[in-house]
């Protein structure tokens, strides 16, 4: 069993970035994709961006793509989320998350449903 824990959350200026980490321990993440979800006041959960078991493949949301970059270390067991222009809008509480369902699989799983492990979440703060 493999547990997340996110950090590099904070309070930023608009237009001004943050790198999101997401260590993984217990477990290694190698043949399983991981992604980035974020919950908004008053909002339900969304996905912000994901990326398969090797870094080949990356997902987006329309409203962070060219502004965020997700990545991946292997080797270092972790899982990253470079914010950069963020925006008021980009408030939320950020998790990261994996799923042990989709092992070494060409499709990437889009919906919260299909990931298994979350980590507890880091809180991003935009000021306008």
């Known amino acids: 069993q493999v547990q997340l824990v996110e950090s590099g959350g904070g309070l930023v200026q608009a237009g001004g970035s943050l790198r999101l980490s997401c260590a993984a321990s217990g477990r290694s993440l190698v043949g399983f994709p991981m992604a980035w979800f974020r919950r908004a006041p008053g909002k339900e959960r969304e996905l912000v961006a994901a990326i398969n078991w090797n870094g080949g493949t990356t997902y987006y949301i329309d409203s962070v793509q060219g502004r965020f970059t997700v990545s991946r270390d292997n080797a270092l067991n972790t899982a990253y989320l470079e914010m950069s222009s963020l925006k008021p809008e980009d408030t939320a509480i950020y998790y990261c998350?994996?799923?042990?369902?989709?092992?070494?699989?060409?499709?990437?799983?889009?919906?919260?449903?299909?990931?298994?492990?979350w980590g507890q979440g880091t809180q991003v703060t935009v000021s306008s």
């Open positions: 998350a994996t799923s042990y369902r989709y092992y070494s699989n060409r499709v990437l799983p889009k919906d919260a449903n299909e990931y298994d492990y």
